[in-house]
C-alpha cells in the first residue's frame, strides 16, 4: 500500500528537499521551500496490465505544407519561424503591463481560420475582456471567451468546441481541484502545464500560454515550465518607452536569435517592420562618442546608435558603465585601446549605452564601441554617414564576423555612404567600404575622410 511522505519543493526551480532548509540548495533562493506530500511504496510494474502505445515509422509520417498557422502579424511570425506550429506550446512572459495579454487579443482577430479561437482567462472577466476588445478595435465572430481558472473544465471545453488556437491567461492562475495546493503554486503550475502539453499533441492544436515574471524577471514558477513548452518568448521593453522587443530564448521549430519589434499605441501594439529607422531617430548631429553599429538578431541586419561618454572621473577608482553592452567586454576593449593605441582611460569615468534598448551581445559590436570611446575622449565627432562593424582580438587586430554582406547591405539601404569593415576580399556598389586591420589603421583611415 502507497504511503504518504512530506517533501518540501523551491517555488523558484522546482527541486525537491526530504526536510525544509532556509534556502534552496540548487537555486540558493531564501525562504522559497514550500511543503507537500508524495506517495512512495508503488507497487512493482507489470507490462501485461497496459495496453502498448501505438507506434509509426518515421517515413509514414505525413508532414502537410499547412503545419504552421499564420498569426496575421510579421514580427510574430519571425520570432516563432514562420508562425504557429500545429500542436505547440508557447509560453510568452514579460513584466507586468508590457503588453502580453494586448498582443495575444490582437492575434485573435488576425488569425484567418475557419475555426474558433479559445480565450481562456483566468485574471480578467468576460465584460472586462470587451471593454479592452472594444479598445483596440478588435472584432471576430470566431473568438470565444472562456472565463474559468478550472482548467479541467477549460480542457474539456477544448475536447467539444476543437477550437484552431488556444490562449491561456494566465498559468499562475489555473489551477486543477485535485490538487491541494494553492494556485500558483509549483505543483499547480507544473501539472497544469503538462496537461495543455497533453491535449495540445493530442489534438494538434498550438497553446499560447501567459506566464507571469518573479522579482527578478525570470518566469515565475518551476524552472520545469520552460522545458515542458516548445517555445519560450519573452516580452521586454522600458516602461518610460513604446518600443517593445519580442525575444525568443528557447524554439524548437526555428532560431532562438529572432526578434519582434513593436510599438505601444492607444490602439494597441503595432509591428515596426524598419527596427533600423526607428532606432536611429533622433541621433545628435556634431555630437562626439556617437557611433553607429550594424548587429545581427537572427538572420535580421539592425543598425543601432551608441553612445560613449567619457569624463574627469572624481574618484580614486574611475567608474565603467555599460548599458546594452557586457561590462566585461567594455573592460577588455578599454585595455586594448590602452595598450594598442596609447590612448588612456585611467583617470577617467566610462559610458556606454545602445539606444533603443537592444542589447548589442554579439562581438561584431566591438568596433562601434571602440570608435566612439576613442570619438568620446578625444572630444572628435565621427562622420553622421559612417556605420561600422567588427570584433576585435587582444593584439588590436579587427577580425572578420559573419553576414557582412547582408550588414552592408542594410547600410547602404538606411543612406550611409561609408562603412569601416574588417580587411578581407569584399566589395559592394553603391557603398565606399573602408577595410581596416587594425585599430590603428581604423582610426588614421576614418581622420582622413573626415578631412574631405
Not at 492562475?173 to 497533453?198: D, F, H, P, Y
Not at 519560450?232 to 519580442?246: K, N
Request: with cysteine; glycine share 10%; hydrophobic share 40%.
Amino acid at each position: 500500500m502507497a504511503k504518504t511522505k512530506t517533501l518540501y519543493i523551491c517555488t523558484e526551480c522546482g527541486r525537491e528537499h526530504p526536510k525544509w532548509n532556509g534556502q534552496c540548495a540548487d537555486c540558493r533562493s531564501w525562504n522559497t521551500l514550500e511543503e507537500a506530500t508524495a506517495s512512495s511504496g508503488v507497487s512493482a510494474f507489470s507490462a501485461n496490465e497496459y495496453s502498448p502505445v501505438s507506434t509509426h515509422a518515421l517515413n509514414d509520417i505525413s508532414c502537410d505544407e499547412d503545419i504552421r498557422i499564420d498569426t496575421g502579424t510579421n514580427e510574430l511570425n519571425r520570432v516563432l519561424g514562420g508562425g504557429l506550429v500545429k500542436g505547440s506550446v508557447v509560453l510568452l512572459s514579460g513584466d507586468p503591463g508590457i503588453g502580453k495579454s494586448t498582443l495575444l487579443l490582437q492575434i485573435c482577430a488576425k488569425i484567418k481560420t475557419k475555426s474558433s479561437i479559445l480565450y481562456a482567462a483566468g485574471e480578467e472577466s468576460r465584460r472586462q475582456i470587451k471593454i479592452r476588445a472594444d479598445r483596440l478595435g478588435i472584432s471576430s465572430e470566431n473568438l470565444l471567451i472562456a472565463q474559468s481558472t478550472d482548467l479541467c473544465g477549460i480542457i474539456a471545453a477544448i475536447e467539444r468546441e476543437s477550437p484552431a488556437v488556444v490562449i491561456v491567461d494566465s498559468i499562475q492562475t489555473m489551477k486543477i481541484e485535485a490538487l491541494s495546493s494553492a494556485q500558483g503554486s509549483v505543483a499547480q503550475v507544473r501539472e497544469c502545464t503538462n496537461l495543455l502539453t497533453e491535449i495540445a499533441k493530442k489534438k494538434e492544436i498550438p497553446i499560447l500560454i501567459i506566464g507571469h515574471v518573479n522579482k527578478d524577471g525570470g518566469i515565475a514558477g518551476p524552472k520545469v515550465l520552460e522545458h515542458i513548452v516548445d517555445t519560450v518568448l519573452y516580452f521586454e521593453g522600458e516602461r518610460r518607452s513604446s518600443h517593445r522587443i519580442l525575444r525568443a530564448v528557447k524554439n524548437r521549430f526555428g532560431s532562438t536569435n529572432e526578434i519582434g519589434v513593436f510599438e505601444m499605441h492607444e490602439r494597441g501594439l503595432r509591428e515596426v517592420e524598419n527596427p533600423s529607422e526607428m532606432l536611429l531617430s533622433g541621433r545628435p548631429k556634431g555630437v562626439s562618442g556617437i557611433g553607429v553599429l550594424c548587429t545581427m538578431e537572427g538572420t535580421r541586419p539592425i543598425l543601432a546608435e551608441v553612445q560613449a561618454l567619457v569624463t574627469k572621473s572624481g574618484f580614486a577608482a574611475p567608474r565603467r558603465v555599460a548599458n546594452g553592452f557586457d561590462y566585461n567586454r567594455l573592460c577588455l576593449i578599454l585595455a586594448v585601446l590602452e595598450k594598442r593605441t596609447g590612448i588612456f582611460f585611467g583617470s577617467c569615468d566610462v559610458y556606454i549605452n545602445i539606444i533603443g534598448g537592444i542589447s548589442a551581445t554579439e562581438p561584431a559590436a566591438d568596433l562601434a564601441v571602440a570608435l566612439a570611446l576613442y570619438s568620446g575622449l578625444c572630444d572628435e565627432v565621427v562622420p553622421e554617414n559612417l556605420a561600422v562593424f567588427g570584433e576585435i582580438g587582444l593584439g588590436g587586430e579587427i577580425r572578420g564576423v559573419n553576414y557582412t554582406a547582408e550588414r552592408v547591405r542594410e547600410c547602404k539601404r538606411m543612406g550611409f555612404t561609408h562603412c569601416v569593415i574588417p580587411k578581407g576580399d569584399f566589395s559592394a556598389t553603391g557603398i565606399e567600404l573602408i577595410p581596416a586591420e587594425n585599430l590603428k589603421t581604423m582610426f588614421k583611415a576614418i581622420k582622413n575622410y573626415a578631412k574631405r
